[in-house]
DNA sequence: CTAGCGCTCATCCTTTTGGCTGACCCGTTC
DNA sequence: GAACGGGTCAGCCAAAAGGATGAGCGCTAG
């Protein structure tokens, strides 16, 4: 890469809104443009274009991580930087995007200045990390994670949808008492103290949905 | 309006790649315009200009409904027709600007024709609903009503968030018993019989959320 | 004006949930 | 082999939630 042709840019967004918001900006920049733009991260891979930069939306239309899997693709066969561009900066989107290997996590309402400066890092293998992004990987590690059991997390899904700990239990195969030490123990580690609690809380954490 | 003068649009979005999205696939239309583009739906109210359509985004940084209060003040002063542009398709929302007096209900992952089209029917102040939203009311409709009352909306929120009835109690200014009653009403509509049932079944029916 | 609905509240009773304590089994780790 | 964490289970007690019923108030639509 060098300083006389304009950084290239690829995006993967399934809001024709947003690509239409990211196309005019970047092609406002003159040390950069956009050479292609995808409703859906596939259409990135499927191509064999050349970029410098990968912007991609983590949550496509089903509400699903899906950028998460195309950026470790991405990642995986040596291609270009992935910017991811999200809406949602909530500990595990942000955490389950650097995990797959992006260098950078902005969000949709970053200033225009921001983003650009963001891609420019990105395109360089700078890590970009948006302010408030930033601020939550600190509270973050301050914190400590919150880590869930696998066992815990069952139990913690079946309660979301509105079983009784019996109803569990019976799905589970075990008895009322197991599921009620391993609610007991999800209360202690979501800080909370009842099931509807720990349900918007693992919600907000994204620990579950 | 006649039409040989183009559409003038007013937009506010906290978004500034939304924004410059919507200024771009507007501006290249010919029969509109873009004469203003806020970050916030007061800086609407608090201008002078005069418009055919105003663009608001529903939900701004704060994730409260503001978008819903300032098309209710629009309205109010005889202002031009309210199109909300949003990220959500939940009834609750939906209902919460319709209910304001918004002439009509977009999703930002629409096409850009289904944006235009909607642009001039809100204009001409026609309802202008996306193809999804109104399946949404329409499987509302045809799904037997399951409408809770305002109150009763109030309510489930709260219990969605993990509150005890107790808390929802003074939250809202009411006696337990009374929390208790609308939770009873809820469970009826819903046909579950508890409250992270009720959640979870109101989650499924985008009621909340 | 009466019927209906939404909102409010109360009482009594049953069931569920949550808090606490202690225990056993089985892998992994030190 | 001891310590540890995850998973399993039990019993007891207190608190919260849920079911049933009745009742008053205000508004609106017929």
Redesign the pocket.
Known sequence: MNDHSPLRVVMADDHPVVRAGLHALIDAQPNMTVVASFATAEEVLDSDLIADVILLDLRFGDGQLGGAADTAEIVKRGGPPVLILTTYDTDSDIVTAMEAGAIGYLLKDSATAELTAAIVDAAARKPALAPRVQQQLVRRALAGAVAL????LEVLRRVAEGL???EV?QQ?F?????V?????HI?DKLQV????AAVAAARKERLID
Chains 1, 2 share one sequence.
């Not at 103290?193 to 509807?196: K, L």
């Open positions: 059991s696998p066992r815990e009784s700990n019996e239990a589970l075990v008895s009322r008492a197991t009620k030490t391993h609610l007991a209360f103290d009842s099931r509807t």
